[in-house]
């Protein structure tokens, strides 16, 4: 990796983002934050973004594998490509599914330095394999066939190739991560008499909207909301018809 981290195609600002790939960020929160980079360098191509999420929603929402054995693949492949803000950015999805600290950490050191059970093992080493763009042998194989269905196979190895693209492609770019201690302070206000009922709100970001039944209108939930809900927050801003809805933070001073 080299020193020199000034991006060679810096991401793009949200505000500068089609409206489709800010609906996509806006409708996977549940991914938790540290996607902002990622997101903004794949906006300079909107056709490939689009369909590049489609995938990477397919392998985390409606895969096979299951969680934990996702993370362990893309953590191991991360590290073994040297791509830290892939590894760091799922760090808290891995804890998420189920892998402890100790774990997560052990996924960038020797496979030796760690007691891995068999399964885990049999995944890690095939990560490091298919990392390297080696053949895997058939007793591996045949380890990874008692644990895996045909479909989970097929994933794995797809899950594998698009973890590797991806740490391709930001390596190569310098995209920086996503700074781990900006947090910045956001604070909702709602104007009510100004609210028109439109609900787009509430459908990108409810956690922080809710939108009564009998008169129609927005309640605000939160006013200070946890900042893994700025991008949908600051969307639901943008597309509030009646500009009812200003948010104030550390970065923006007002945002009609």
Same mark, same amino acid.
């Given at each position: 990796?080299?020193? =020199? ?12 983002? &089609? ?72 760090? =808290? ?43 895997? &042998? ?37 995209? &920086? ?80």
């Amino acid at each position: 990796m080299t020193p =020199t981290r000034t991006p060679r195609i810096p991401p793009l600002p949200p505000a500068e983002w &089609p409206p489709v790939l800010r609906s996509l960020l806006a409708g996977s929160h549940q991914d938790g934050p540290g996607r902002e980079n990622l997101f903004g360098t794949l906006a300079h191509h909107p056709v490939l973004a689009h369909a590049w999420l489609s995938l990477a929603r397919v392998l985390t929402h409606e895969g096979t594998l299951g969680h934990r054995r996702r993370e362990l693949i893309v953590l191991r492949v991360a590290h073994r490509l040297d791509a830290p803000y892939v590894h760091r950015r799922h760090r =808290t999805p891995a804890a998420d599914a189920g892998l402890t600290a100790g774990e997560i950490d052990a996924t960038a050191a020797d496979l030796d330095s760690h007691a891995w059970a068999g399964e885990d093992r049999a995944l890690l080493e095939t990560a490091d394999l298919l990392a390297a763009n080696s053949t895997i &042998p058939e007793g591996l194989w045949d380890r990874l066939a008692l644990a895996l269905r045909p479909d989970q196979l097929v994933e794995l190895l797809v899950l594998a190739g698009q973890t590797a693209t991806m740490c391709t492609t930001l390596n190569t770019l310098r995209t &920086p991560s996503d700074s781990a201690v900006r947090q910045p302070s956001l604070v909702v206000l709602l104007d009510r008499e100004r609210c028109c009922s439109a609900g787009q709100c509430v459908g990108v970001a409810p956690e922080v909207f809710e939108q009564d039944e009998e008169e129609g209108r927005v309640a605000l939930l939160v006013p200070e909301p946890d900042g893994r809900y700025a991008d949908e927050v600051r969307f639901a801003a943008d597309l509030c018809p009646s500009g009812a809805i200003t948010l104030v933070d550390h970065e923006e001073t007002a945002h009609p």
